[in-house]
């Protein structure tokens, strides 16, 4: 059994290499917690919640994630013997939704719990695959010859998967100049829910559609299922969900409706590794197409999503591109790495593989919090 006796928060601020925008926001630098959780006999596990600063993305934000793990997350799994991590986070059903600051508690637990055991999180989690593929995902531009430099710039880097970001406006013609100087990519887009299904909307997807694209990522809000569903049924490309999938059971309606034939696995949307899974394994069971999606992490919830996407159901690539596509330096090491494409999985190391540099946390903290069992 472990007990935690003792729950550190760690709020850091990492700058961008490369300014990123998305249909609702532009980012020159990104705030995350880590947290690190210490049992009695001082076995540690770090986690991360990578919840963007502001509510564009979900109802979450930095300042909520932070409130939710001090004041009900971690006091709840302090002083509480469990014997996985998937019992351990059982114990905070009582708090609803919260996924991001729920994910950086059940990380930790997963990396704490097979050090414990002297295994990799990837075995624990029962991962098979020894490397991931990795796309990259690149944000809106100022100019589409912009955007064909940094599209250039990534398949030269060995990428063979590119995601664009669109929004009304920024749709059919730098997704079409991308296609035609590129056509050997492989190339999806992602709305971030940007469109409101008007017959203009539907012109849009239909002339992308022309476009041979892997799949169409959250054309519409992420309530709207019945939206969803009937532009599927006029596409021949899959749309793919991603904000709409906060948990298993709406990956199952979202599939039982055919609002979605690919799903995008985000262990901090989904609320950690465990919640993630269980989506990876119904889609496999339904072989459905599954990839694992990212949220700009910084090491460790990178980290875990390499972990995550070494799973066998994971067909298409992965957003888990190397850490120094985003952050001049990280604050783990070894850092998170792509070699050709792909990111090594450390089934030889423990845990999560990545260990903490305490000088660089400390380089760029902006606020710490400890919590103890019986405080
Ligand atoms: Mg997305």
Not at 267 to 285: K, N, T
Request: aromatic letters at 6%; hydrophobic letters at 40%.
């Amino acid at each position: 059994m472990i007990t935690l006796d003792r729950i550190e928060m760690f709020l850091l601020g990492l700058p961008l290499v490369h300014e990123f925008e998305t249909s609702s926001h532009r980012k020159g630098h990104l705030e995350h917690i880590l947290v690190r959780v210490t049992d009695v006999d001082g076995a540690t596990g770090w986690g991360e919640s990578a919840c963007p600063t502001d509510p564009f993305f979900c109802n979450e934000n930095v300042e909520t994630c932070w409130l939710m793990l001090r004041d009900y997350l971690a006091p709840a799994l302090l002083g509480v013997s469990w014997e996985t991590p998937a019992d351990a986070v059982r114990g905070l059903g009582h708090v609803k939704g919260n996924n991001f600051a729920r994910a950086a508690l059940d990380i930790a637990c997963w990396d704490l719990c097979s050090r414990r055991q002297e295994i990799s999180v990837a075995a624990a989690l029962g991962g098979t695959a020894f490397s991931v593929q990795a796309g990259v995902s690149l944000g809106i531009e100022p100019t589409i010859d912009a955007l064909l430099e940094q599209v250039a710039l990534h398949v030269g880097q060995g990428y063979r998967r590119i995601k664009l970001k669109i929004k009304p406006g920024w749709d059919i013609e730098p997704t079409r100049r991308v296609r035609d100087e590129f056509p050997g990519v492989g190339l999806q887009v992602d709305a971030n829910g940007a469109y409101d299904g008007s017959l203009a909307d539907l012109a849009v997807f239909n002339k992308l559609d022309d476009l041979n694209l892997l799949m169409i990522e959250q054309p519409f809000e992420e309530t709207n299922l019945l939206a969803h569903s009937r532009l599927q049924r006029n596409l021949r490309t899959p749309i793919c969900l991603d904000e709409t999938i906060t948990t298993a059971s709406m990956a199952e309606t979202a599939l039982a409706m055919g609002a979605c034939r690919i799903i995008n696995v985000k262990v901090s949307r989904l609320g950690g590794l465990g919640p993630a899974r269980a989506v990876h394994d119904l889609c496999r069971s339904q072989g459905v197409p599954a990839w694992c999606g990212g949220m700009h992490e910084f090491g460790i919830g990178r980290a875990a999503n390499v972990a995550l996407a070494s799973l066998p159901g994971f067909t298409l690539p992965s957003d888990v591109s190397g850490s120094d596509k985003y952050f001049a330096e990280d604050v783990v090491q070894p850092p998170v790495l792509a070699a050709d494409g792909a990111v090594p999985v450390p089934f030889d190391r423990q845990g999560l593989g990545h260990e903490v540099i305490w000088s660089r946390l400390q380089d760029h903290l902006l606020r710490t919090a400890e919590l103890t069992a019986g405080q």
